[in-house]
């Protein structure tokens, strides 16, 4: 991500030593506003990804630098949504999809998904719902699509070779929506990112 400071720094002394005695209790991967993150999040974040264990979405295979910059970017949004308080979970909203994600990483293949307890999928589950709570009321709401955008579309759509069924105004107007919502969201994040102090930890090899 072009926004992020890269700072390589020493091996902590913690690892070098660690063959006499000394146990390493974990490793940096960011620091975002002071916040530090650990590889151990990063890892969890890059198999919940792996495993869909969001109802609704579909697998994502992650290098561990790339579930990096997911976490990074959640993490500022969710500074964001502490400063300003805007987002909510309903409770009921949060048991169903919860019970749906631990059913998901039961029946994911990968062996990262056995070492990730129950309460801590439940939380990765808060933190995304909140998330789009937030960017529900911070971004989503300010955007709108133009009836005569619509038509455009739809003729354009009509136009092209082999377009098969003529799908119908409401649900073109969704997906232009829809794909709006995701770069407004993306431009804010991109904005977030440039104005906030990030720090990240070499990741080489992971």
Excluded at 151 to 169: D, F, I, M, V
Aim: net charge neutral.
């Amino acid at each position: 991500m072009s926004s992020f400071r890269r700072i390589h720094s020493r091996v902590p002394p913690g690892a070098a030593r660690a063959a006499e005695g000394y146990r390493v209790y974990e490793s940096t991967a960011a620091s975002v506003n002071g916040e530090v993150l650990f590889v151990s999040d990063v890892v969890r974040e890059a198999c919940f990804l792996g495993c869909a264990a969001m109802p609704g979405s579909v697998e994502e295979t992650l290098s561990l630098r790339e579930a990096r910059d997911r976490l990074i970017l959640d993490t500022l949004a969710l500074q964001e949504q502490g400063k300003l308080l805007l987002g909510t979970v309903d409770n009921v909203t949060l048991e169903g999809f919860a019970r749906e994600a631990e059913s998901r990483m039961a029946a994911c293949p990968s062996p990262c998904a056995g070492e990730i307890p129950p309460g801590e999928t439940r939380e990765w589950i808060r933190r995304k719902l909140l998330l789009r709570d937030f960017f529900n009321r911070r971004v989503a709401v300010f955007v709108d699509v133009k009836d005569d955008d619509v038509r455009k579309e739809l003729a354009r759509r009509s136009s092209a070779p082999g377009s098969g069924a003529e799908p119908t105004w409401e649900q073109v107007r969704n997906e232009m929506l829809d794909a709006r919502i995701a770069q407004e969201i993306r431009n804010w994040q991109s904005r977030a990112a440039s104005k906030s102090r990030l720090i990240l930890s070499p990741m080489e090899g992971r």
